[in-house]
């Protein structure tokens, strides 16, 4: 069974950078989208970024556009999400997940669409 396990998160300061980690095992992360997401104490589960399958577009939603890229390793199973000039609110509980229908236009789902998470990296932002 697949298992993804995100890693990368950490103590930043505002205007800061952190580049998370979403590896893959048992599963290609080429064949289904991936969809990052953040939780923050108290606050809805929010859509930060995700990526189809194959070559299918990424999508940044407005919130986070500009500070925000996401991209993918094949060769490493991986799947990045850069985040630059890093807010107190970027503060939450960093997650990836996916689905196992291979979605090729991943911003036309919602988050209940992809079952399929990880454990998630915290992302502190402080001064």
Excluded at 12 to 22: A, D, Y
Excluded at 27 to 41: C, E, G, K, M, N
Excluded at 76 to 91: G, I
């Amino acid at each position: 069974q697949g298992q993804l396990v995100e890693s990368g998160g950490g103590l930043v300061q505002p205007g800061g950078s952190l580049r998370l980690s979403c590896a893959a095992s048992g599963i290609s992360l080429d064949a289904y989208s991936i969809l990052w997401f953040r939780q923050a104490p108290g606050k809805e589960r929010e859509i930060i970024s995700c990526i189809g399958r194959g070559d299918g577009p990424a999508y940044i939603p407005d919130s986070v556009k500009g500070r925000i890229t996401i991209s993918k390793d094949n060769a490493k199973n991986t799947v990045y999400l850069q985040m630059n000039s890093l807010k107190p609110e970027d503060t939450a509980v960093y997650h990836c997940a996916t689905e196992f229908h291979g979605f090729y236009y991943c911003s036309a789902y919602e988050l209940k669409d992809y079952p399929y998470w990880g454990q998630g990296t915290q992302v502190t932002v402080s001064s």
